[in-house]
């Protein structure tokens, strides 16, 4: 009887976990920090990318058991710490100019984002489970993954105003949003999870029995696999290389943000017409179709002078948001909820070590080779992933699709 009358409060708590979503996205450094650390602290495009592996390294040991912690205490408790934590580590980001104690900092930023890493799918995809609304996940999905876009593009576009006053603005009001983000989930009521074991097993064990779901099953495996370097591309564009990749041509520093805005825009109507697509398509073909477009966009940026790149790089950005919420919306199909998190840590666990060896790498490429052989290896690895995760995947994707089951099947 009471999960009959979940849809109300849980219409509630998604406005609340949306507003949450927007002050934690406030990103107003994110168009200048590369030209902060290079200009106004004086570190080199390689000593950037080492501090970004190290920081990616000890986020990734922390991934799995920040993910056990939301499922064992709560994801409301996870998003809280996550929040606050990151809030603060940005105003000091901002402020502290010691270089070892930059690093610190740094990497305890990153360590503090995996309190929200797959925490905030999971509340978002248990709360919608909860209220009897789970088919509308894709299409609620698609707008939070679009809020997250629009959010951080408005952020881009005034981060850049403030940073000609001062480059401090940014990290100080970016960091104070997000602490005002933590705070406004003390009266969010978290969805239940489903039901808990008879017994007490304790964090080693949820993480053990989570590991062991993820490497038991084949096609969950893979598929955490497949759309973990999907996800690669767009992210190490927008938050590492694009400020870089401008740069290298005649355009100004200052049109650095209304870039970003515009692939937010592009990722933000990918994500908004997301759910239109899995109703037209079969799911086998927009894993075809998706990744084979994002490999030839990578392809033709590098080939394509700066200004055609980045106009290319819309249409990539586009369809990599288009397709995370299908991605999204098959992967927790295969997920139990009360261990939704922490396999979605793992997730988050392998693209956090993948991003660590692939951006570290890719930099020395872009400072020996330049951007046209980085876009080059990463049309590549798009397209040889999703060509042998589609040879060895593509009848379990179509067998899932046919069923609406919540819980793995067997396909070992």
Known sequence: MESARAPLP??????????????????????????FLQQVRGMSLGLIGIMQGVGFVIAAIAEVPAGAVADRYG????????????????????????????????????????????????????????????????????????????????AALIGSLLAGYTMLQPFLWSGLACIVGGFLLFKFREPPVGQPSQENKGISAD?????????????LRNFIFFSTV????????????????????????GWVGAIIL?????????????????????????????????????AAAGLAPVVWGIVILFVMGFCSSALRPALAAMLNRMIPSNRRATVLSMQSLLF???????????????????????????SAL??????????????????????SATTISSDN
């Not at 690669?232 to 290389?241: E, S, W």
């Not at 999703?386 to 994707?397: E, I, K, P, T, Y």
């Open 10 to 35: 849980i219409t509630f708590q998604l406005g609340r976990f949306f507003a949450h979503t927007v002050l934690v996205n406030f990103l107003l450094w994110l168009p200048m920090w590369i030209i």
């Open 75 to 154: 994801r409301k408790v996870s998003l809280f710490i996550g929040s606050v934590a990151f809030g603060i580590l940005t105003i000091l980001y901002g402020l502290v100019s010691w270089i070892p104690l930059l690093l610190l900092i740094h990497i305890l930023w990153s360590v503090a984002q995996t309190f929200f890493s797959g925490t905030d799918v999971a509340v978002l995809y248990d709360g919608l489970k909860s209220a009897g609304r789970e088919e509308e996940y894709a299409k609620i999905m698609g707008r939070y993954t679009a809020v997250v876009q629009g959010t951080q593009a408005a």
């Open 207 to 219: 993480l053990k029995e989570a590991f062991h779901l993820s490497l038991q099953f084949k096609t």
């Open 230 to 253: 999907l996800s690669l591309p767009t992210f190490m564009l927008i938050f590492f290389f694009i400020q870089p990749y401008v740069l290298t041509s005649d355009i100004p520093i």
């Open 262 to 298: 515009l692939l937010r825009v592009a990722s933000i109507t990918g994500s908004a017409l997301s759910h239109r697509l899995t109703k037209k398509l079969k799911e086998s073909l927009i894993l075809l179709l998706l990744p084979l477009i994002m490999t030839l966009c990578l």
């Open 352 to 378: 956090t070590l993948m991003l660590a060896g692939t951006q570290t790498l890719l930099s020395t490429v872009v400072d020996y080779s330049g951007f046209p052989t980085f876009f080059l290896i990463l």
């Open 382 to 403: 798009v397209g040889i992933t999703g060509a042998v995760f589609l040879l060895f995947n593509l009848r379990q994707v179509d067998e899932g699709a046919s069923q």
